[in-house]
C-alpha cells in the first residue's frame, strides 16, 4: 500500500470492528440455518426425510406408533372379532404375540420408499400451513384453525393393512394420528418470532459483508493486514459453529432424552438437523481461505513477490484477457458450487464484483511495484 498507516487508534478501531462482526457472523449462521430450515418446505420435508432414513430414528417412530395403535385401540377386541366362537379366547393371546409382529411390521414399513414419500408430502404440507400461518395468511388461520398438524394417518393405515388389520387405524383419535405441530394459543408468538427470525437472518446476511468492507477501508496503509484478519475471522467463525454443533450433539441429548433405549435415535435427529448448519459454516471456511491467500499473494513473501514480478507484464499488457480469465476460473467455481451463495444469483453477482475488484486492484499494484522499463534514448 502506498498510503501511510493512521495511527494505533485507528487499528485498534478496525480490529473491534472485524471481531465484532464475527460475532455477528456466528449469530448470522445460526440465524441462517433456523431461516432455511423452517421456511423452506421443500429443505424441511428433505430433513424430515432424511430422519426417517436413519434405522434408529425408524425404529424409534416404529415404537411410538404401535404404541399409540395399542393405546388407543381394543387390538384384542378386533382380532376376536375376526375369530370363530371357538378361538376367540386366543385374540388377547395372539394380540400379545402381535405386537412384536406389528412393530416389525412398522420398520419394514417406514422403510419402504413408498412410505418414505408419503411421510415426505405430510412434512412439506405441515412446514407450508407453519409457513403461511407465520406470513399471516387469514385463509390458513380459518381453515386450519391455528393449527400446524402431521397427517400419519396414511402411514398408520399402511401398518395396519400390513398387518391384515385395515379397520385399525380408521378408529384411531383425531390426535394420534395427527400430531399437533403448532396450537393456536401459540400462534402470535410464533408469528412474531418467525418474522424476528426471517428478518435477523436476511438483515445479517447484508450486514456482515458490509461490515467487513467497512472494516478494509478504514485501515488506511494497512488493507492487506485487514484483510488477513478478516478471513481468519470468518474461519474462526465457521470453526467456532462447527465445534458447537459438536458439542450440542453430545450434551444436548443426553440432557434431553431421559430414555437410554432413544438416544441413539437422538443423536441422529440432531445430527441430521443440523447438517445444513454445518454447510453454511463450512461455506464461511471456504471463504476465508481465498481472503487469507489474497492478503499473502499482496504481501512481502519471497515467493508472492517472485509471481507478481512475473504476471506484471502480462497484467499490464492484457487487462482485457486477465479479466476474461478472471471471469472464466469464477464460471467454473459457479459450475462447482461448492456452497450455496456460489449457485444463487446474489452470491454470484457479489463473487464475481470481488473477483474483479481484487483483479483490479492487483493491476494496480503490480503497475506500481513493477513499471515497465523506460525506453531506450534515440541515438
Same mark, same amino acid.
Given at each position: 500500500?502506498?498510503?501511510?498507516?493512521?495511527?494505533?487508534?485507528?487499528?485498534?478501531?478496525?480490529?473491534?470492528?472485524?471481531?465484532?462482526?464475527?460475532?455477528? @457472523?456466528?449469530?448470522?449462521?445460526?440465524?441462517?440455518?433456523?431461516?432455511?430450515?423452517?421456511?423452506?418446505?421443500?429443505?424441511?420435508?428433505?430433513?424430515?426425510?432424511?430422519?426417517?432414513?436413519?434405522?434408529?430414528?425408524?425404529?424409534?417412530?416404529?415404537?411410538?406408533?404401535?404404541?399409540?395403535?395399542?393405546?388407543?385401540?381394543?387390538?384384542?377386541?378386533?382380532?376376536?372379532?375376526?375369530?370363530?366362537?371357538?378361538?376367540?379366547?386366543?385374540?388377547?393371546?395372539?394380540?400379545?404375540?402381535?405386537?412384536?409382529?406389528?412393530?416389525?411390521?412398522?420398520?419394514?414399513?417406514?422403510?419402504?420408499?413408498?412410505?418414505?414419500?408419503?411421510?415426505?408430502?405430510?412434512?412439506? @404440507?405441515?412446514?407450508?400451513?407453519?409457513?403461511?400461518?407465520?406470513?399471516?395468511?387469514?385463509?390458513?388461520?380459518?381453515?386450519?384453525?391455528?393449527?400446524?398438524?402431521?397427517?400419519?394417518?396414511?402411514?398408520?393405515?399402511?401398518?395396519?393393512?400390513?398387518?391384515?388389520?385395515?379397520?385399525?387405524?380408521?378408529?384411531?383419535?383425531?390426535?394420534?394420528?395427527?400430531?399437533?405441530?403448532?396450537?393456536?394459543?401459540?400462534?402470535?408468538?410464533?408469528?412474531?418470532?418467525?418474522?424476528?427470525?426471517?428478518?435477523?437472518?436476511?438483515?445479517?446476511?447484508?450486514?456482515?459483508?458490509?461490515?467487513?468492507?467497512?472494516?478494509?477501508?478504514?485501515?488506511?496503509?494497512?488493507?492487506?493486514?485487514?484483510?488477513?484478519?478478516?478471513?481468519?475471522?470468518?474461519?474462526?467463525?465457521?470453526?467456532?459453529?462447527?465445534?458447537?454443533?459438536?458439542?450440542?450433539?453430545?450434551?444436548?441429548?443426553?440432557?434431553?432424552?431421559?430414555?437410554?433405549?432413544?438416544?441413539?435415535?437422538?443423536?441422529?435427529?440432531?445430527?441430521?438437523?443440523?447438517?445444513?448448519?454445518?454447510?453454511?459454516?463450512?461455506?464461511?471456511?471456504?471463504?476465508?481461505?481465498?481472503?487469507?491467500? @489474497?492478503?499473502?499473494?499482496?504481501?512481502?513473501?519471497?515467493?508472492?513477490?517472485?509471481?507478481?514480478?512475473?504476471?506484471?507484464?502480462?497484467?499490464?499488457?492484457?487487462?482485457?484477457?486477465? =479479466?476474461?480469465?478472471?471471469?472464466?476460473?469464477?464460471?467454473?467455481? =459457479?459450475?462447482?458450487?461448492?456452497?450455496?451463495?456460489?449457485?444463487?444469483?446474489?452470491?454470484?453477482?457479489?463473487?464475481?464484483?470481488?473477483?474483479?475488484?481484487?483483479?483490479?486492484?492487483?493491476?494496480?499494484?503490480?503497475?506500481?511495484? =513493477?513499471?515497465?522499463?523506460?525506453?531506450?534514448?534515440?541515438?
Amino acid at each position: 500500500e502506498t498510503e501511510k498507516p493512521r495511527g494505533r487508534g485507528r487499528w485498534i478501531l478496525v480490529q473491534v470492528l472485524i471481531w465484532g462482526t464475527t460475532v455477528l @457472523a456466528i449469530v448470522g449462521i445460526f440465524a441462517v440455518w433456523a431461516n432455511r430450515q423452517l421456511f423452506n418446505p421443500d429443505n424441511w420435508a428433505t430433513t424430515s426425510t432424511k430422519l426417517l432414513q436413519n434405522s434408529a430414528i425408524r425404529t424409534a417412530t416404529a415404537n411410538y406408533l404401535v404404541d399409540e395403535l395399542y393405546a388407543n385401540v381394543d387390538v384384542a377386541a378386533e382380532i376376536k372379532a375376526r375369530l370363530p366362537a371357538q378361538l376367540q379366547p386366543l385374540a388377547a393371546p395372539a394380540a400379545g404375540a402381535l405386537e412384536n409382529a406389528a412393530i416389525a411390521a412398522a420398520q419394514r414399513a417406514l422403510a419402504n420408499a413408498k412410505v418414505q414419500e408419503i411421510w415426505k408430502q405430510a412434512n412439506r @404440507a405441515a412446514d407450508q400451513t407453519f409457513v403461511n400461518i407465520v406470513e399471516g395468511d387469514k385463509g390458513v388461520l380459518q381453515s386450519s384453525g391455528g393449527v400446524v398438524t402431521l397427517d400419519l394417518s396414511k402411514i398408520i393405515s399402511d401398518i395396519t393393512n400390513r398387518l391384515g388389520l385395515p379397520n385399525i387405524s380408521s378408529k384411531l383419535p383425531p390426535d394420534v394420528a395427527k400430531l399437533q405441530v403448532l396450537k393456536s394459543d401459540q400462534l402470535k408468538l410464533v408469528q412474531d418470532g418467525g418474522k424476528a427470525l426471517k428478518g435477523l437472518a436476511l438483515l445479517l446476511t447484508i450486514l456482515v459483508p458490509l461490515l467487513y468492507a467497512l472494516a478494509i477501508a478504514l485501515a488506511t496503509g494497512r488493507r492487506r493486514k485487514a484483510l488477513l484478519t478478516v478471513g481468519i475471522a470468518i474461519i474462526f467463525a465457521g470453526v467456532l459453529v462447527l465445534a458447537g454443533r459438536s458439542i450440542i450433539e453430545s450434551e444436548a441429548v443426553s440432557a434431553l432424552v431421559k430414555n437410554d433405549a432413544n438416544i441413539p435415535a437422538g443423536k441422529a435427529i440432531l445430527s441430521i438437523a443440523t447438517e445444513m448448519l454445518s454447510e453454511i459454516a463450512g461455506a464461511f471456511i471456504i471463504v476465508g481461505i481465498p481472503l487469507i491467500l @489474497a492478503a499473502w499473494f499482496a504481501g512481502p513473501a519471497r515467493l508472492a513477490v517472485k509471481a507478481r514480478r512475473a504476471i506484471a507484464p502480462f497484467l499490464r499488457e492484457q487487462p482485457g484477457l486477465a =479479466f476474461a480469465i478472471t471471469g472464466a476460473i469464477m464460471v467454473a467455481i =459457479f459450475i462447482w458450487n461448492p456452497i450455496p451463495a456460489t449457485g444463487k444469483p446474489a452470491g454470484i453477482i457479489v463473487f464475481l464484483a470481488l473477483a474483479f475488484l481484487g483483479t483490479a486492484v492487483l493491476r494496480r499494484q503490480t503497475a506500481r511495484e =513493477f513499471p515497465p522499463e523506460a525506453a531506450p534514448a534515440a541515438g
